[in-house]
Every structure is written in C-alpha cells, then in structure tokens.
C-alpha cells in the first residue's frame, strides 16, 4: 500500500527552524504537494473544507447568545474557536487554497511550473468548496439551526446576511488582510517542534483575523451556503420561532457568489504576495 505523504504545510517539521530554514520547508513542501495525484489533492481539498465549516460552526454557536457581551470581546471569543479550523488543517492533514497560497514560494524558485501550480490550486479549490458546502447541508439537516429555540439559525442568517451586502473594495482588501495572517499562522508552524507548538501558533493570527473582521473564502462558502439553505429550506415552524418571517432579503446567490469571487482574488492577493513573495525575496532569491 502506497504511502501518502503528509505535503500540509506546516507538516513534519521535527525541529524548530530558523526563518531562512523555512523557507526552504515552504519551498519543499510545495513541491511535494504540486507532485500528489488529482485524486489525492481533490480529497485533502474536501476535509479542508470540512474543517474549516466546522471551525464556523464553532463560531456560529459561540456567537449565538453574545449580545450581551461587549463587541470585541464576542468578537474574540469567536475567533479563538474559529481557529479549530486551521489546527484540523495542519495537525490533521489536509490542503487549504488559502494556505496552499505559499506554494508561490516554490514556483519563484522554479522548483514547480506555472502549469503544476495552477493544477494544484484548482483541485483544492474544487476540493474546498464541495467539503465547506457539503458540510452545509449536513449542518442544516441535523436541524441544528433549531437549537436554542432558533437562535443558532438567526445568527447563521445574520453572518451570511452581512456577507453577502459588503461592498466590492471593501470586501476585496478584508480579504487581502486576512489571508496575511493565515499564511503567517501557516508560516509560522514550520517553525514548529511539536503539535502545542503547531497549536499555539495557529491560534492567535487566526484569532485576530476573525475578530478584526476580515473575510476568508473558504469559511464564507460555508457560512453563505449555510444561511441561504436556511433562508430556502427551513419550515414555517422556525420563521414563527425566531419571529422574522420574510426578513433577510439581501441575502442572496448573487450576493453569496459576489462574495466568494472578490474574497478569493484577495486571498489569493494576500497569501502568494504579500507572504510567500515576500519571504521568498528575502530568504530564497539568491538561492533561486
């Protein structure tokens, strides 16, 4: 039985690494994964999608009930459980598009071709969006917007709702800021001796990305898909429940698909140039 290597990056780094020894890890570990069978790429795709829905589901519920706390405060209660996501990703084994951004780093390097690169991106593309709006559905048979007599469903609506309305170069530079920060989390955990270490430096970018607001794609297609199948498919019982029967009419498909388009150029924008270009200029460019 053939063994899948573990290409997520981050992954099997034994000891702690110096900056400049990460890089050439980040450079590596893009090589490696721009070598995996489509098949293997599609599926790691799926169960980082998964992980991170379940990382916005974790948020949905923290946030439900939170009015009574100041903003920032729910707001950073909702982004340390929000990390669970990208801790799945990394200690568990999966491909992210948002930090599969630093696989720039290898094709500057001229380890990886364009060709490979873009190959690679879109299988877990693909991948991310069947495991984040699959586990949409899933959520929303399971009823679970129902618990607390509505109220998990209404801040569902409320976060897919707010989504969907923001503004094109609002949305874009979020986008931008926030993939900064996963890719500086993703970074960070080459440097990583163990999986605390991988863990603790995970948390805090994912944290504050999440309680500043910034809006990161993969978890979007879960919390839109999330609320517009709610919007669609819950029944009379619940819209009497919550008391807002016909409410959220801007959340829409074109606002959801809005949305995902514009956060992923910024991503994108984000992780491969303002991370993975950067410090493959100031580590590798000489090496190259």
């Known amino acids: ?78 982004g340390l459980v929000f990390s669970l996501g990208l801790i799945l990703v990394i200690v568990g084994g999966a491909e992210l598009f948002t930090g599969d951004s630093l696989m720039v780093v290898a094709w500057a390097s001229q380890r990886i071709t364009l060709s490979a690169l873009l190959r690679a991106w879109t299988l877990v593309y693909v991948g991310n969006v ?29 976060i897919a709702s707010a989504k969907a309305t923001l503004p094109t170069g609002e949305l874009f530079f979020l986008a931008v800021l926030c993939n900064v920060l996963v890719c500086l989390a993703v970074w960070m955990s080459f440097s990583a001796r163990s999986t605390t270490d991988k863990v603790m430096v995970i948390i805090l970018p994912v944290a504050a990305f999440v309680a500043a607001g910034f809006e990161h794609s993969i978890a979007n297609l879960y919390f839109l898909a999330y609320g517009l199948t709610i919007k669609s498919w819950a029944g009379a019982q619940f819209w009497e429940t919550i008391g807002t029967a016909g409410g959220y009419p801007q959340l829409t498909i074109y606002g959801a698909c809005h949305n995902i388009v514009v956060a992923t150029l910024g991503n994108l924008v984000g992780g491969s140039f303002m991370v993975g270009a950067v410090y493959w200029f100031i580590y590798l460019r000489k090496r190259a």
């Open 1 to 78: 039985m053939t063994e899948v290597p573990n290409t997520s990056l981050g992954a099997g780094i034994a000891n702690g690494l110096l900056p400049s020894d990460m890089a050439i890890a980040c450079e590596s570990a893009g090589v490696a994964k721009a070598g995996l069978d489509a098949v293997t790429l599609l599926v790691l795709g799926i169960l980082a999608g998964a992980f991170i829905a379940f990382g916005a589901i974790f948020m949905t519920v923290v946030l439900t009930g939170a009015d009574g706390l100041p903003w920032g405060v729910a707001r950073l209660l909702s």
């Open 130 to 158: 069947a495991g984040a709006v699959g586990t949409s559905f899933l959520m929303f048979f399971s009823g679970q917007h129902t618990f607390a007599q509505g109220a998990v469903g209404r801040t569902a609506l409320a």
